[in-house]
């Protein structure tokens, strides 16, 4: 019986462990499949994806306190107390008016605004943020930056703006114009810096204005206020946009900081402005000129000619025809640059001018001058004009197909040529007559003077015609001409010459 028991017990132990290892495998089957399934779930492709799968939510992220918008809040809640606005009042009835904005720079009640927006004014108010009214004087303007410098009489100090260093700016920062854009005070926009060193409207602009460039909104009544960086600090003083309507259209413009504060700081010291000048006439550096002069970056500035042989460049030695690159260790990169740079440093001090003349380096040591209200440095030369026909400027001219060579006949100028035509004293390829379709035919006209070709000396005709002979298919040629008038005028006239 006994037996019989243990072999039923073994029996069922069997069938017990047998239960059980299915039970296991089962469990095991189940649970890869639901990670089977589950890892499917996860990498089915989009194409399977139900629209329930492709919804999106909305995130409960919880903003920042330091974020952008934060920040944008703290930097115009510090320098909105020193944006003020300006209403001018034109005329003796007081019957025209115009507005703008200014910001304090000085607790004194010193403030820095457009002179466009003062120039005409009899009568200026200023309103500052916190409601109250004062009548300004002018301090002192420059015409040449767009800058001015106008005063309040304040009972107590005033909250002033920090200026910050504009050269330490980079295209993409973050900026806030601050001012009254028709008439809405304390208005702030947000924007970057779209660019720096820009140049808005060659044609309206001195050389001494040079803009940061952002898209901040800026519209009229924003003149003269401030362009903040995000430390608060005003990095640029808004002047002008670039538009067809009138009103923004994304390009705004702002004189820098480090421009701002040189003309205050002149303004408040002697009450204008002071610049240097070394007497000279400028022009852009042209392809055939770099490359005549070695130059590979193609930057500086041509010297046209000295103003008189007493002019401080004479005395140095600098001459027509020479290419500057460096003022005072500075690199030039063209004409208007150049101007900016000397301009910009000492009366009565000295400059180092690093030029070229002939593809040689030189080194010029300059005493400056003063620079005359307006300036002493004529605009760019507008494209000549031939003297016996000024109706019609070689823009609108028809253009033949041109031939080769130069096209240009000469003759020796003997002195009694020189004494009927103008040119006392002087020595060159007298031009009798230009071929039409030749390449100097739009730049070269008859009773020109040739004095030199390629840096060469022209004296006379065998002069010019062996220079010309010695020419080939693709050589630069820069030619420099006097022009009868009044007095010799000296041109450069700058030719590409391809010969056939």
């Not at 500086?300 to 290419?323: C, F, I, M, W, Y």
């Not at 605009?379 to 109706?391: E, G, H, I, T, W």
Request: proline letters at 5%.
């Amino acid at each position: 019986m006994s037996d019989r028991s243990e072999a039923t017990n073994n029996h069922d132990r069997k069938i017990s462990v047998r239960v059980h290892n299915r039970v296991v495998i089962i469990l095991i089957a189940i649970t890869c499949l639901s990670i089977g399934i589950a890892i499917g779930a996860v990498v089915r492709p989009a194409a399977n994806a139900t629209a329930e799968d492709n919804r999106v939510s909305i995130s409960n992220t919880q903003v920042n306190p330091d974020s952008l918008s934060a920040m944008f809040a703290r930097v115009a809640k510090k320098v909105e107390p020193a944006v003020v606005y300006i209403k001018v009042y034109m005329g003796e009835t007081l019957g025209r008016e115009g507005a703008g904005s200014g910001v304090i720079v000085n607790s004194a009640g010193y403030i820095i605004t457009n002179e466009h927006v003062i120039s005409r004014a009899s009568k200026i108010k200023v309103r500052l943020a916190d409601g109250r009214e004062f009548e300004a004087r002018v301090v002192g303007q420059d015409k040449e930056t767009d800058l001015a410098v106008i005063r309040i009489d304040p009972s107590e100090p005033l909250p002033a703006a920090v200026m910050g260093d504009s050269d330490k700016l980079n295209v993409g920062d973050w900026v806030l114009a601050i001012g009254s854009p028709f008439g809405l005070e304390q208005t702030v926009t947000a924007g970057i810096i779209s660019a720096k060193d820009r140049v808005a409207d060659p044609r309206g602009q001195t050389a001494f204005q040079q803009f940061l460039q952002t898209d901040a909104a800026i519209n009229p009544g924003n003149s003269g206020g401030p362009l903040v960086n995000l430390a608060g600090e005003v990095v640029g003083i808004n002047s002008q946009i670039l538009t067809s309507s009138g009103f923004y259209n994304g390009l705004g413009f702002a004189l820098p900081s480090t421009t701002a504060v040189e003309i205050y700081n002149q303004i408040v010291t002697s009450g204008r402005v002071r610049r240097g000048f070394v007497g000279i006439e400028l022009l852009d550096l042209t392809p055939q000129l770099a490359r005549l002069n070695k130059l590979p970056d193609a930057q500086g500035a041509l010297v046209r000619d000295v103003t008189n042989a007493e002019s401080p460049a004479a005395k140095a030695g600098l001459q027509s025809g020479d290419v500057i690159i460096r003022v005072n260790g500075q690199k030039v990169k063209d004409r208007r640059d150049a101007i900016r740079r000397i301009g910009s440093l000492a009366v009565g001090s000295q400059a180092t001018i690093i030029y070229v003349r002939n593809g040689v380096q030189q080194t010029a040591i300059v005493r400056l001058d003063e620079r005359r209200l307006g300036g002493n440095e004529p605009p760019a030369r507008q494209p000549l004009v031939d003297p016996r026909d000024r109706k019609l400027p070689p823009e609108a001219a028809p253009k033949p197909k041109v031939k080769s060579g130069l096209g240009i006949s000469v003759e020796t100028l003997t002195e009694q040529m020189a004494a009927s035509r103008g040119f006392d004293g002087l020595k060159g390829a007298y031009v009798t007559r230009v071929e039409m379709g030749s390449l100097a035919a739009m730049e070269v006209f008859a009773d020109d003077l040739i004095v030199e070709i390629n840096y060469r000396p022209v004296a006379t005709r065998e002069d010019f015609e062996q220079i010309v002979a010695g020419l080939r298919s693709g050589d630069d040629v820069v030619i420099r001409v006097l022009r009868k008038g009044r007095y010799p005028m000296r041109n450069y006239v700058i030719l590409s010459l391809t010969m056939r």
